[in-house]
């Protein structure tokens, strides 16, 4: 165990990889590919988890941050400048296509109260889960408590607030379903 995590703590320097405050990492085989800019960050919290499964491939610049459990299947590629935001659990499937700039969160500001500053009024969270076989393209933002069906296909630049259904086609500001893929 120790020899492997020297020779991890050597290959993420030799990527420039940032995994500042993290406790766990896992990964369930040697075929993950992860690309110089990759960022893991942890803001509070010990309960922080990232588990990426085998055959996954993260792009540059892409930022996992949090305070809760993520989960990659096997196959997911993940392109630049995605962001996942996880203060409880952002889960994602097997074979997951995620183009560049996806904005991935379980996490809303609460901000009712004009009184005091928005960073001040806590958070609230729902779990966020991609399923198997899932394309997600250029730009788009997935917002807390989503539930994105397997198959499913979410065009560029379109705004997730509500489940996607398994093999649907969805896009727009917020995402509506204009196509089954059946």
């Not at 792009?59 to 993940?78: L, Q």
């Not at 889960?91 to 904005?103: C, F, M, P, T, Y």
């Not at 969160?105 to 009712?112: A, E, I, P």
Request: hydrophobic content about 45%; aromatic content about 8%; some cysteine.
């Amino acid at each position: 165990m120790l020899i492997r995590l020297l020779i991890l703590a050597q290959v993420f320097r030799n990527m420039m990889l940032k995994v500042r405050y993290g406790k766990k990492l896992i990964f369930k085989s040697w075929s993950v590919r992860i690309r110089s800019g990759f960022e893991l960050t942890q803001f509070f919290g010990d309960n922080f988890q990232v588990r990426i499964d085998e055959d996954v491939y993260v792009e540059k610049d892409v930022w996992i941050k949090g305070s809760a459990r993520v989960f990659i299947g096997a196959g997911t590629i993940i392109g630049r400048r995605a962001v996942i935001g996880c203060n409880e659990e952002v889960r994602i499937g097997k074979n997951v296509l995620i183009a560049e700039n996806v904005s991935i969160r379980d996490t809303d500001h609460n901000f009712l109260d004009p009184e005091m500053p928005i960073k001040d009024q806590g958070i609230t969270t729902k779990p966020v889960v991609i399923e198997d076989d899932v394309w997600i393209g250029y730009g788009v933002i997935i917002t807390k408590g989503v539930n994105i069906g397997k198959g499913a296909i979410v065009g560029a630049n379109s705004v997730v607030t509500k489940d996607i259904p398994p093999y649907s086609i969805a896009v727009g500001v917020p995402a509506k379903v204009i196509k089954e893929r059946k």
